[in-house]
């Protein structure tokens, strides 16, 4: 499993698909997604009556213990309560624990003819150069967040964890911090960290929050029209602002460091996603840039550490250089908002 590629996928796919599709079905276009660190692959498959059927597999972490985003079968509950709810989500057809198929815990889910918005102007580009206009795709990624915050989550997720205190949560991710190198970033983080706690506003509209809430992470079809939102890996129950603050700091390009913002296609007016926010849920949000705040921290921690991981060569990443770069910014932002004197 530790050199696990489309080949090694492909042979562990065949015994599969004819357990599930009868004798006689086939797999054919085994890739890996994008992203999700070799864990996920299309494919499709042949049931041999002339249909086909594209799907998308996620594993579990092999020999890694289950907990968060290493425990794929956490989402099983989640995505059967969203699609009830009306969440536009890929349809999951298929889930198991038992190792004899893929030596790990595995879901299946549809795959869908759709592409996220890029979030960068592509390679050799910079951001403004034909670029298509962000807002209609950031409006419905803003819209399909009511129907995700209205969930009633005592209900549909009674086995999931408990929210953590805003002290529980920055502590969280200030240990996440602590394992980086750089002392400066530390510093800066833990600041930020502490003003999170002294200024919580408390009172918080606490539901089920996707927790990387960006366009890489939403999917439109041909047409522009929102067909899913995916990847609820480090999906939680907790303060929902969340989402809009991680989308806003996302598109600001003030939480971003020069490199990045050279690069930003999807850019958008605070104000204005949180206009669209109040329209479609019909909820204020008073303490919007305390959100935007934490979504800084949070990030903060995690391009760190990802940062940290690329340069010490345990996980080669050249994404974590670009959004790693920005740490100090994103630390700086999210204390500027919480005290803009």
């Known amino acids: 499993m530790s050199t696990l590629d489309a080949a090694r996928m492909s042979a562990l796919l065949a015994p599969w698909a004819e357990h599930v599709y009868g004798v006689g079905a086939v797999v054919s276009g085994v890739a890996p997604m994008p992203g999700n660190a070799g864990l996920s692959f299309g494919f499709t498959v042949h049931p041999g009556d002339g249909a086909t059927e594209r799907l998308v597999i996620r594993l579990a972490p092999p020999g890694v213990r289950r907990r968060g ?8 509950p989640l995505l059967e309560a969203l699609g009830q709810a009306g969440v536009s989500i890929a349809p999951l057809t298929w889930s198991t624990d038992d190792p ?3 030596g790990t ?3 299946v889910q549809a795959y869908l003819d759709s592409e996220p918005f890029a979030m960068h102007a592509p390679a050799g580009t910079r ?3 034909a670029d298509l206009d962000a807002s209609p795709y950031l409006q419905q990624a803003v819209r399909a967040l009511a129907p995700l915050h209205a969930l009633d989550w005592t209900a549909a997720l009674p086995e999931w964890e408990e929210p953590r205190p805003v002290a529980a949560e920055v502590a969280f991710w200030g240990r996440l911090l602590e394992r980086t190198t750089d002392r400066d970033q530390v510093a800066a983080g833990t600041r930020l960290g502490e003003a999170l706690v002294a200024h919580d506003p408390g009172d918080h509209r606490v539901g089920i929050f996707h927790g ?9 079809d041909a047409h522009g029209s929102l067909a899913a939102v995916i990847d609820w890996e480090i999906s939680g129950i907790g303060p929902v602002g969340l989402d809009l603050g991680w989308l806003s700091m996302m ?3 003030q939480c971003w460091h020069a490199e990045r913002r050279a690069v930003l296609r999807t850019v958008a007016d605070p104000a204005d996603l949180l206009r669209w926010y109040v329209d479609a849920t019909g909820a204020d949000l008073p303490a919007y840039d305390w959100y935007r705040a934490l979504a800084c921290y949070r990030y903060g921690a995690i391009a760190a550490f990802n940062l940290h991981l690329h340069t010490s060569g345990r ?3 050249e994404v974590s250089v670009l959004m790693g770069g920005g740490v100090p910014v994103l630390f700086s932002r999210g204390t500027e908002l919480l005290d803009p004197r």
């Open 69 to 76: 985003n290493t425990d794929v079968l956490r989402q099983v």
């Open 315 to 317: 996980r080669v990443d």
């Open 212 to 220: 990387d809430y960006q366009t890489h992470n939403v999917l439109y």
């Open 100 to 102: 004899r198929w893929f």
């Open 251 to 253: 598109t600001d390009p």
């Open 127 to 129: 951001a403004g150069e």
């Open 105 to 107: 815990d595995a879901i």
